[in-house]
């Protein structure tokens, strides 16, 4: 995993400088090496840069650093990701007549364009993020995997296209790029992230995941060529056995494949279902422990140490504990905005950075569980819209919502985030209820807070919520799920996260093949009478221990409803409510000092509110942002 930054068109005043500065921006990504490149284009008129930084993990050589490029100069590269079957593209190369120089996956792919151009995508299984420059067509090649695991923004400006894994890389080049959006602040208050292509920057946007973008004579075309499966095309009459042995071998195949590094490596464990089965798979495939990493809190109540402890004892890791306070949010926050390039989304953020930081000292590389909640549907929410669907279906509209919301607010894992969705679960509209869940609040809540501000932007009508046409209740938020919510915020997370702290996340319940199986599979494969994920519990039975088989999902739950009110209250209110708050210009002062004083007061629970509106604040002020023009 690295760091890509650059730029193709008109010539810039002080190239080197500009090129350094995206460098110096992501060193945190790729410690190990660092590679620039400038080329004129067009006898001097135009200019490539392509910037990289090296986490070395494959082929740890010199000469594997990149920008790489062919023998005769057609082909340049700079790559951040990696290309897990890299070993058999190698060799099946080879058998086509190309001759390699070096060990490493980089090296596969830009010869993998040489030999099938754009069609090598179906062919790749990994997580990347590249720009390629080919002299011959004149082309620059700008690509995201199938899942958007691996960041890449662009910035289009007069004649020219930046381009960087992070925003800070290139607000470093074009600090003139730091102009709010308003309909950003708009979706993230909707939302608690922004659902791509959109940033909170006016000038700055999100290549979208499973496509590639192409430069020819200053001009941009983006072409989509994955896009997870619609959940419509069934595999019904699959017996049990069958899907059980093949999702097992699916799964065991892609941790195995995850597993190819030339650097130490080890994993993310919680406890959970999800972590312990990924450390379970990768105890076949090691002759040594497995390294592990969890994360705790003083606040037992919240911590998931014990249950970790009591997988990593089951497989013998070497495992390793991590105890988080308040103070470490308070010290941290700021620098985690500035590595997401927006708002910290979920709390939860913290633990996956100090786990992050602490296990780079030790390995390069971990394997998480991100992914499995959704494509088997993990969380309370899929079986809260799949009982709600039902219910909509037979109880009359105009009884809806008296019914409804107690029920919602009675099933299992039910706490104070399913109040918005139990408010609106009788609506019959998709959008709304999908806003009601992801939300801090209501869009009335939200316009309230705006104020005037409410009515100056718009809301998206083309979310991807609306391309799916499959009639389950539980494959709509399923395909919502992995085309916003996992690549515009989770594997966002996931990825800023880690790379602060200079370390590789690898998902094995994000392997193409696997999802691919998993979304022609029957909806009580995934929601079971009594659980859910069901076909991972049943393979998993007898593998990992009882208690991570049939614990209650919980998560990397912060306590920061107690911090609040407690260790952060006078940081929340010197953010929130003080004559030097960014927001306060253009937020209801009236609403943000009653959000602050109910929460104190526990007159209410506004938890996820507080930490949106925090985190929004703590964006301006690392970003030096006024508020919206």
């Given at each position: 995993?690295?760091?890509?930054?650059?730029?193709?068109?008109?010539?810039?005043?002080?190239?080197?400088?500009?090129?350094?500065?995206?460098?110096?921006?992501?060193?945190?990504?790729?410690?190990?090496?660092?590679?620039?490149?400038?080329?004129?284009?067009?006898?001097?008129?135009?200019?490539?840069?392509?910037?990289?930084?090296?986490?070395?993990?494959?082929?740890?050589?010199?000469?594997?650093?990149?920008?790489?490029?062919?023998?005769?100069?057609?082909?340049?590269?700079?790559?951040?990701?990696?290309?897990?079957?890299?070993?058999?593209?190698?060799?099946?190369?080879?058998?086509?007549?190309?001759?390699?120089?070096?060990?490493?996956?980089?090296?596969?792919?830009?010869?993998?364009?040489?030999?099938?151009?754009?069609?090598?995508?179906?062919?790749?299984?990994?997580?990347?993020?590249?720009?390629?420059?080919?002299?011959?067509?004149?082309?620059?090649?700008?690509?995201?995997?199938?899942?958007?695991?691996?960041?890449?923004?662009?910035?289009?400006?007069?004649?020219?296209?930046?381009?960087?894994?992070?925003?800070?890389?290139?607000?470093?080049?074009?600090?003139?790029?730091?102009?709010?959006?308003?309909?950003?602040?708009?979706?993230?208050?909707?939302?608690?992230?922004?659902?791509?292509?959109?940033?909170?920057?006016?000038?700055?946007?999100?290549?979208?995941?499973?496509?590639?973008?192409?430069?020819?004579?200053?001009?941009?075309?983006?072409?989509?060529?994955?896009?997870?499966?619609?959940?419509?095309?069934?595999?019904?009459?699959?017996?049990?056995?069958?899907?059980?042995?093949?999702?097992?071998?699916?799964?065991?195949?892609?941790?195995?494949?995850?597993?190819?590094?030339?650097?130490?490596?080890?994993?993310?464990?919680?406890?959970?279902?999800?972590?312990?089965?990924?450390?379970?798979?990768?105890?076949?495939?090691?002759?040594?422990?497995?390294?592990?990493?969890?994360?705790?809190?003083?606040?037992?109540?919240?911590?998931?140490?014990?249950?970790?402890?009591?997988?990593?004892?089951?497989?013998?890791?070497?495992?390793?504990?991590?105890?988080?306070?308040?103070?470490?949010?308070?010290?941290?926050?700021?620098?985690?905005?500035?590595?997401?390039?927006?708002?910290?989304?979920?709390?939860?953020?913290?633990?996956?950075?100090?786990?992050?930081?602490?296990?780079?000292?030790?390995?390069?590389?971990?394997?998480?569980?991100?992914?499995?909640?959704?494509?088997?549907?993990?969380?309370?929410?899929?079986?809260?819209?799949?009982?709600?669907?039902?219910?909509?279906?037979?109880?009359?509209?105009?009884?809806?919502?008296?019914?409804?919301?107690?029920?919602?607010?009675?099933?299992?894992?039910?706490?104070?985030?399913?109040?918005?969705?139990?408010?609106?679960?009788?609506?019959?509209?998709?959008?709304?209820?999908?806003?009601?869940?992801?939300?801090?609040?209501?869009?009335?809540?939200?316009?309230?807070?705006?104020?005037?501000?409410?009515?100056?932007?718009?809301?998206?009508?083309?979310?991807?919520?609306?391309?799916?046409?499959?009639?389950?209740?539980?494959?709509?938020?399923?395909?919502?799920?992995?085309?916003?919510?996992?690549?515009?915020?989770?594997?966002?997370?996931?990825?800023?996260?880690?790379?602060?702290?200079?370390?590789?996340?690898?998902?094995?319940?994000?392997?193409?093949?696997?999802?691919?199986?998993?979304?022609?599979?029957?909806?009580?494969?995934?929601?079971?009478?009594?659980?859910?994920?069901q076909i991972l519990r049943d393979c998993m039975a007898g593998m990992v221990p009882d208690e991570a088989l049939n614990r209650p999902k919980i998560g990397f739950k912060v306590p920061v409803a107690?911090?609040?009110?407690?260790?952060?209250?006078?940081?929340?209110?010197?953010?929130?409510?003080?004559?030097?708050?960014?927001?306060?210009?253009?937020?209801?002062?009236?609403?943000?000092?009653?959000?602050?004083?109910?929460?104190?007061?526990?007159?209410?629970?506004?938890?996820?509110?507080?930490?949106?509106?925090?985190?929004?604040?703590?964006?301006?002020?690392?970003?030096?942002?006024?508020?919206?023009?």
């Amino acid at each position: 995993m690295c760091g890509i930054a650059g730029w193709i068109g008109r010539r810039v005043e002080k190239p080197q400088d500009r090129a350094a500065g995206m460098s110096n921006a992501l060193q945190h990504r790729g410690p190990d090496a660092e590679g620039i490149e400038l080329l004129d284009l067009n006898t001097g008129e135009d200019q490539l840069a392509l910037v990289h930084r090296r986490l070395a993990i494959i082929d740890l050589n010199a000469d594997s650093n990149q920008p790489m490029q062919t023998e005769d100069g057609r082909l340049r590269i700079i790559f951040n990701g990696e290309i897990y079957n890299y070993i058999e593209l190698r060799e099946e190369l080879i058998g086509l007549g190309h001759r390699f120089r070096t060990r490493s996956d980089t090296e596969v792919l830009l010869r993998a364009y040489d030999q099938w151009r754009l069609a090598m995508f179906d062919r790749l299984s990994g997580m990347f993020a590249f720009a390629l420059w080919d002299a011959q067509r004149r082309e620059l090649i700008l690509a995201r995997d199938p899942f958007g695991k691996k960041p890449l923004y662009l910035m289009q400006g007069r004649d020219l296209l930046s381009f960087a894994s992070e925003i800070s890389a290139l607000l470093s080049a074009q600090p003139d790029g730091q102009q709010l959006d308003l309909d950003g602040v708009r979706e993230y208050l909707t939302w608690r992230y922004v659902p791509g292509p959109r940033t909170l920057f006016k000038q700055i946007r999100k290549l979208n995941p499973g496509s590639y973008a192409v430069w020819s004579q200053g001009e941009v075309t983006e072409t989509r060529y994955y896009a997870p499966p619609d959940q419509t095309d069934l595999t019904a009459d699959i017996d049990p056995g069958t899907a059980k042995r093949r999702f097992l071998e699916l799964l065991d195949c892609s941790v195995e494949i995850r597993m190819r590094s030339d650097a130490p490596f080890g994993a993310f464990l919680s406890g959970g279902l999800d972590s312990s089965a990924i450390v379970a798979l990768m105890t076949r495939h090691s002759d040594n422990p497995i390294r592990t990493f969890s994360v705790g809190f003083s606040e037992q109540a919240y911590s998931e140490l014990p249950f970790a402890r009591r997988v990593a004892d089951h497989f013998k890791t070497d495992h390793c504990e991590i105890v988080i306070q308040a103070d470490d949010l308070m010290n941290h926050l700021p620098k985690m905005v500035r590595h997401r390039g927006a708002p910290v989304s979920q709390s939860t953020d913290i633990p996956i950075y100090l786990m992050s930081v602490r296990a780079s000292r030790d390995v390069k590389m971990v394997l998480t569980g991100e992914g499995a909640d959704e494509i088997l549907g993990g969380y309370p929410k899929h079986r809260a819209e799949s009982l709600a669907g039902v219910y909509r279906s037979l109880v009359p509209a105009s009884l809806h919502n008296n019914l409804l919301a107690p029920l919602m607010r009675a099933l299992p894992g039910a706490s104070a985030k399913f109040d918005i969705f139990a408010r609106s679960a009788g609506e019959r509209d998709f959008a709304t209820r999908m806003i009601s869940w992801f939300g801090a609040m209501t869009a009335r809540e939200r316009d309230s807070l705006l104020g005037g501000l409410a009515t100056c932007g718009h809301d998206r009508n083309d979310f991807p919520f609306s391309s799916s046409v499959t009639e389950s209740h539980l494959r709509r938020v399923l395909f919502f799920d992995q085309t916003s919510w996992l690549p515009d915020n989770l594997l966002e997370r996931g990825d800023r996260m880690m790379m602060a702290g200079s370390i590789e996340g690898r998902m094995p319940f994000l392997d193409r093949d696997l999802v691919s199986f998993v979304s022609q599979l029957p909806d009580h494969y995934r929601l079971g009478l009594l659980g859910s994920k069901q076909i991972l519990r049943d393979c998993m039975a007898g593998m990992v221990p009882d208690e991570a088989l049939n614990r209650p999902k919980i998560g990397f739950k912060v306590p920061v409803a107690e911090w609040f009110r407690g260790p952060m209250s006078d940081y929340v209110r010197d953010h929130l409510c003080s004559s030097h708050s960014v927001i306060r210009s253009y937020l209801s002062a009236k609403k943000l000092d009653q959000i602050v004083r109910e929460h104190a007061e526990r007159a209410a629970d506004h938890e996820k509110l507080i930490w949106a509106l925090l985190n929004l604040e703590i964006f301006h002020r690392e970003f030096a942002l006024g508020p919206p023009q």
